[in-house]
C-alpha cells in the first residue's frame, strides 16, 4: 500500500471513528441534564387547581386548556390530566341523520416528553364512525408474545370526509389542530400526579378511583410509543346494520359520561371536592350557573329509571372486576344487545364476562325506547362489571368465542403495530423529517 493510500486510510478511519461517536447516543446515566428543572420532576409539588377554576371550566361551552401532567391536581389531589370525559348532551343531537355528540376533556395533543396534555372539546359525527377495533397495548417485552398483561381500549376509526374536529372557544373548528383519524375510549385507575399505576395495588378497590379517558388516537399512540408499548388492534365484526359503529361508539360515551357525573357527585358528596360558597361566585351569573349544572351535575343525564337498582355504585378501580377489560367488553355487550333487538336479528351473542342467569330487567334493555335505551346501560353495566374477572392478555379471546372477530388463516385478525415497524398512521419515515 502506497504512503498516500495510507493517509487516505487514516483519514477514513478517523471520519468512520467520528460519524459512530457523533451517531451514538450517550448513555442513559449522563449527567448535568439539558434541562435541569424538568430533570428530576418528583421534586415539584403538586398545584391543585381550585374549585373556581372547575366552575370557570364548567361555564365554557367549549373548552381547550392544556396541562401541565407532574403538577396539575384537582383539590382532592387526583391528577387533572385524567380527569374523565364528559358528554355536552345540550348541543348534542344524539339521533338523526346529522347526528352529533361534543365530548369534553379529550385528550387531543400536547407533547408527554415535556408533560403537557392538552385537553380539548371535540364535536363527533356519529355517521363517520367507519370501524371500531377493541385494542390491547401489552407489555413493552411482549412484542410478538403471548402476554398475560396489558391495558385495553376501544379505538373508532373515522371516514375522512367525516373526523370528529376540536372546537376553539368560539365553538368553531379551532384550525391550529387538524380533524381526528379515530378516536379512543380508555377505563382508566385514576391516580395523583407522578403516581405510577401499580397492578398489584390495583387489585384492592380502596386504591384507585376509576375514570374514562377520551383521547384523539395519534396522541394516546404517541404516549404508548414512548413506553415502548405495541398496539394489537382487533377489528370487530358487528352486524351489518348501517348504525352498529355509531351504536357502540355512542353506548361508550354515554357509559364514561355516566360514570364521571356519579363519580364528581359522589367526591362532592364525601367532600373530596367542596364547591365555594354563593359569596364567592358574584361572577357567576344564573345563566352561568345553569351552564355549570349541566357540564357537572347528573341532572344532565338522561333519565334512568334503573339508578333505584344500582345502590351505592362502586367507583374505584378494581382490576378483575372494575377495569379497563370489563368496561370495553361491556361496552361491546351492550350495543350488541340493543343492535340485535332494534334489527331483529334474533338473540345477540353473550361475551364471557356476562353472567348466564341475567336478571328479567337486563333483557328489558333489548326493547326500550330507541331514545332511552342508551341512558340504561351505565347503570346495568354496574351489575356486569361486579360479575366479571377477565384477564387483559386472555380478553380477546372472549371476543372470538361471541364470533366478533374476523378470521385470518385460522387465527383472529390483529393488526400489531410498532414505532420501529408501522404506526396506525404509516412509517413514521414519512413523517419525522
Not at 371536592?273 to 357567576?284: G, M, R, S, V, Y
Request: overall charge negative; glycine content about 8%; hydrophobic content about 40%.
Amino acid at each position: 500500500m502506497t504512503r498516500r493510500a495510507q493517509h487516505l486510510m487514516i483519514i477514513f478511519i478517523g471520519i468512520f471513528a467520528g460519524l459512530v461517536l457523533w451517531l451514538t447516543p450517550p448513555p442513559l446515566d449522563t449527567p448535568a441534564p439539558p434541562v435541569p428543572r424538568l430533570a428530576q420532576p418528583d421534586t415539584r409539588e403538586a398545584r391543585e387547581r381550585s374549585p373556581l377554576d372547575l366552575l370557570n371550566w364548567g361555564r365554557d361551552p367549549a373548552p381547550l386548556f392544556l396541562v401541565d401532567v407532574p403538577e396539575d391536581a384537582l383539590p382532592n389531589g387526583l391528577a387533572l390530566s385524567m380527569v374523565p370525559f364528559f358528554v355536552d348532551w345540550e348541543r348534542s343531537v344524539p339521533d338523526g341523520p346529522f347526528a352529533q355528540v361534543r365530548v369534553r376533556n379529550v385528550s387531543v395533543g400536547g407533547n408527554p416528553t415535556a408533560g403537557e396534555n392538552l385537553l380539548g372539546t371535540v364535536e363527533i359525527p356519529l355517521r363517520g364512525v367507519t370501524d371500531v377495533q377493541w385494542c390491547l397495548t401489552p407489555d413493552r417485552n411482549a412484542r410478538g408474545k403471548d402476554t398475560a398483561m396489558g391495558h385495553a381500549q376501544l379505538r373508532f376509526v373515522f371516514a375522512k370526509d367525516a373526523r370528529p374536529v376540536v372546537l376553539g372557544r368560539d365553538g368553531r373548528p379551532q384550525r391550529l389542530l387538524r380533524a381526528l383519524d379515530d378516536l379512543v375510549l380508555s377505563w382508566e385507575a385514576w391516580r395523583p400526579p407522578r403516581t405510577r399505576y401499580d397492578p398489584v395495588a390495583g387489585m384492592n378497590p380502596d386504591t384507585y378511583a376509576l375514570t374514562a379517558r377520551a383521547y384523539s388516537g395519534r396522541t394516546r399512540w404517541l404516549g404508548d410509543a414512548l413506553r415502548g408499548n405495541p398496539w394489537r388492534c382487533y377489528p370487530l365484526k358487528l352486524p351489518d346494520t348501517g348504525d352498529a359503529e355509531a351504536t357502540l361508539l355512542m353506548t361508550g360515551l354515554l357509559m364514561g359520561d355516566a360514570l364521571a357525573r356519579r363519580t364528581v357527585a359522589a367526591m362532592i358528596d364525601d367532600g373530596d371536592l367542596e364547591l365555594p360558597h354563593a359569596d364567592a361566585l358574584t361572577d357567576f351569573s344564573p345563566a352561568d350557573q345553569a351552564a355549570i349544572a349541566a357540564a357537572l351535575s347528573l341532572s344532565a343525564l338522561p333519565d334512568d329509571p334503573l339508578t333505584h337498582l344500582m345502590g351505592k355504585a362502586d367507583l374505584s378501580y378494581q382490576l378483575l372486576e372494575r377495569s379497563c377489560i370489563t368496561y370495553s367488553l361491556g361496552v361491546v355487550q351492550f350495543a350488541l344487545l340493543r343492535l340485535h333487538a332494534a334489527h331483529d336479528l334474533g338473540p345477540a351473542p353473550r361475551l364471557g364476562i356476562v353472567p348466564r342467569d341475567l336478571p328479567p330487567w337486563i333483557e328489558d334493555l333489548s326493547s326500550a325506547d330507541t331514545g332511552k335505551l342508551l341512558s340504561y346501560l351505565p347503570g346495568a353495566l354496574l351489575f356486569v362489571a361486579r360479575n366479571a374477572q377477565v384477564i387483559p392478555g386472555n380478553a380477546h379471546r372472549i371476543l372470538d368465542e361471541a364470533d366478533l372477530l374476523y378470521q385470518q388463516d385460522g387465527v383472529p385478525l390483529m393488526y400489531e403495530y410498532f414505532f420501529r415497524d408501522r404506526t396506525p398512521y404509516g412509517d413514521l419515515r414519512d413523517n419525522l423529517m
